[in-house]
């Protein structure tokens, strides 16, 4: 967890199919929660 003032990691994500966004760009306006599903797009 992080907390006020900590640094995030120079990364990125995709919000939708063909948008990238780095995490400095979705924590502009503020906190954030983020989820991660591992095979989502799958057939499997």
Same mark, same amino acid.
């Given at each position: 967890?992080?907390? @006020? #003032?900590?640094k @995030?990691? *120079? *990364?990125?994500?995709?919000t939708?199919?063909?948008?990238?966004r /780095? %995490?400095?760009? %979705?924590?502009v306006? #503020? !906190?954030?929660?983020? +989820? +991660?599903?591992?095979f989502?797009?799958? !057939? /499997?």
């Open positions: 967890m992080l907390r @006020v #003032g900590d @995030v990691i *120079a *990364a990125s994500v995709w939708a199919p063909h948008e990238r /780095t %995490l400095d760009e %979705l924590l306006e #503020g !906190a954030a929660l983020f +989820f +991660f599903y591992l989502d797009w799958s !057939a /499997t």
